[in-house]
């Protein structure tokens, strides 16, 4: 069964810090990677995917880096503003379905 | 283009009781999911539909039947509540695999369901 494994839990930074989220995978035999937002009491929006064959993916201020061997991915968020607060959730697929992680909530400071 | 939408928004139950989850989308997508979100828990998927007509269990499947007799509906039923079904549902679609097929997932904005 794949476990996804999200660290840290929460996350405090001042505006303008670099974010570093974490998440981690058991089996690597999966399809694709992806980060994903979801601000409170809404639903989740996709931020960026990473197919198995990729290493990384990039959107604006957003940088995710996939090592399937490892069963590892890194999501980088530079020069963090008040806007990013939210929590982040890594799912990866596996036969058309994904496995969440628990997410990292993200509070950046004014 | 409205995307995902779920209705109800908000329910209260009482054990026992029962009701259906209705779930639409517009962008003719084939597959459908439901997940229901706990605290400090990932999304977990109950059940999923790779086509109209077809049905699948997911993780989680227990207490909870589906239908999709039409492609852009896919319904969650409960047929007699428990308060462990006390979660936050979230349905979601996705395009079938192929040459631009990205499986991204598109989700709805969730119905909070409590079960007194």
């Known amino acids: 069964k794949q476990e996804v494994t999200q660290i840290p839990a929460a996350l405090s930074v001042p505006e303008g810090e670099n974010l570093v989220l974490n998440c981690s995978f058991t089996d690597s035999a999966i399809y694709n990677l992806q980060w994903f937002r979801q601000d409170p009491g809404k639903g989740l929006t996709s931020l960026l995917l990473?197919?198995?064959?990729?290493r990384e993916q990039t959107s604006g201020r957003l940088n995710a880096s996939l090592d399937k061997s490892s069963g590892r991915s890194t999501l980088y968020i530079a020069a963090s503003q008040p806007g990013d607060s939210a929590t982040y959730l890594c799912?990866?697929?596996?036969?058309?379905?994904?496995?969440f992680g628990a997410g990292t909530t993200v509070t950046v400071r004014a | 283009n409205a995307g995902v939408t779920q209705t109800p928004k908000f329910r209260v139950l009482k054990t026992g009781q029962s009701m259906t989850l209705l779930c639409a989308q517009d962008?003719?997508?084939?597959?459908m999911y439901w997940y229901r979100q706990d605290p400090g828990m990932g999304l977990r998927l109950i059940h999923y539909?790779?086509?109209?007509?077809?049905?699948a269990k997911g993780e989680v499947p227990d207490g909870y039947n589906v239908s999709r007799l039409k492609k852009q509906n896919f319904l969650l039923g409960l047929e007699s509540a428990a308060p462990s079904q006390t979660s936050v549902y979230f349905c979601?679609?996705?395009?079938?695999?192929?040459?631009?097929?990205?499986?991204?997932?598109?989700f709805g904005p969730g119905t909070r369901l409590t079960v007194l």
């Open positions: 962008m003719n997508h084939e597959y």
């Open positions: 979601a679609s996705s395009y079938p695999r192929g040459p631009l097929n990205t499986d991204t997932q598109y």
């Open positions: 539909s790779v086509g109209e007509g077809t049905t």
């Open positions: 799912a990866v697929t596996v036969d058309y379905k994904l496995s």
């Open positions: 990473i197919q198995s064959s990729q």
